[in-house]
């Protein structure tokens, strides 16, 4: 599923429920800063070759957009389930060598660029004014994952290419997602949370490797 399907999903969604009084769709978009925790250099490692020289990691900044549907269960508590497109990924820099795409290089970059649909489900509080606390479960589900190599000089850009490594990956992850929010009166509102999931990500389950962000952004409850 890219990003355009993800998005025709969501529009029949809110179209189906506005008509339902007491469902407030919800609309939601941002950034995320995402890593891999465990034994992540070690998982990317396996992909490539590092020649001598200095590895560092690199976390990627990414977008996620997406809504849900907010069913009140009172006054102060509430119930969102939602379907979001997210971006998440690692990365290594250094003097790196990609055999299958006879890429080597000095300050060479490998991302791995990951592609997710996840289904979160909050349990929202109001304890007061339009302050929001949340927290609850999140299924993900991996569309997409490449590999993405980038080799440079003097900050100019010599080489971009990618490799197709979804195989390698699980493609289910269970989570958990928490954070807080205000939300104004006119329904616009600001968030931020930490999200960590629990599977393991590389497919043959060979290293402790779980995804973990943490997202800003903004949303809009109809």
Same mark, same amino acid.
């Given at each position: 599923?890219?990003?355009?399907?993800?998005?025709?999903?969501?529009?029949?969604?809110?179209?189906? =429920?506005?008509?339902?009084?007491?469902?407030?769709? @919800? +609309?939601? #978009? *941002?950034?995320?800063? %995402?890593?891999?925790?465990?034994?992540?250099?070690?998982?990317?490692?396996?992909?490539?070759?590092?020649?001598?020289?200095?590895?560092?990691?690199?976390?990627?900044?990414?977008?996620?957009?997406?809504?849900?549907?907010?069913?009140?269960?009172?006054?102060?508590?509430?119930?969102?389930?939602?379907?979001?497109?997210?971006?998440?990924?690692?990365?290594?820099?250094?003097?790196?060598?990609?055999?299958?795409?006879?890429?080597?290089?000095?300050?060479?970059?490998?991302?791995?660029?990951?592609?997710?649909?996840?289904?979160?489900?909050? =349990?929202?509080?109001?304890?007061?004014?339009?302050? @929001? +606390?949340? #927290? *609850?479960?999140?299924? %993900?589900?991996?569309?997409?994952?490449?590999?993405?190599?980038?080799?440079?000089?003097?900050?100019?850009?010599?080489?971009?290419?990618?490799?197709?490594?979804?195989?390698?990956?699980?493609?289910?992850?269970?989570?958990?997602?928490?954070?807080?929010?205000?939300?104004?009166?006119?329904?616009?509102?600001?968030?931020?949370?930490?999200?960590?999931?629990?599977?393991?990500?590389?497919?043959?389950?060979?290293?402790?490797?779980?995804?973990?962000?943490?997202?800003?952004?903004?949303?809009?409850?109809?």
């Amino acid at each position: 599923m890219n990003t355009k399907s993800t998005l025709y999903s969501l529009c029949f969604l809110f179209i189906s =429920v506005s008509a339902i009084a007491q469902v407030k769709p @919800t +609309l939601q #978009a *941002g950034l995320i800063q %995402s890593t891999w925790k465990g034994d992540a250099k070690q998982s990317l490692s396996s992909l490539i070759d590092e020649t001598n020289g200095v590895i560092t990691s690199k976390d990627r900044t990414g977008f996620y957009i997406g809504g849900g549907i907010d069913l009140p269960l009172g006054d102060v508590v509430s119930v969102e389930p939602g379907l979001v497109y997210t971006q998440r990924g690692y990365g290594l820099k250094g003097n790196l060598t990609i055999n299958d795409l006879k890429i080597a290089g000095v300050n060479a970059r490998a991302i791995s660029q990951m592609q997710y649909v996840d289904v979160p489900v909050m =349990v929202k509080i109001k304890p007061a004014g339009g302050l @929001t +606390l949340f #927290a *609850g479960p999140q299924v %993900s589900y991996l569309t997409k994952n490449n590999l993405r190599a980038e080799v440079a000089v003097l900050g100019f850009s010599l080489l971009n290419s990618d490799m197709d490594i979804t195989d390698q990956f699980n493609r289910w992850d269970m989570g958990v997602k928490g954070g807080a929010g205000y939300e104004f009166e006119n329904g616009l509102g600001i968030v931020a949370s930490y999200e960590r999931g629990f599977n393991r990500i590389d497919n043959n389950q060979n290293f402790k490797v779980f995804n973990e962000g943490v997202k800003a952004g903004l949303t809009y409850r109809f």
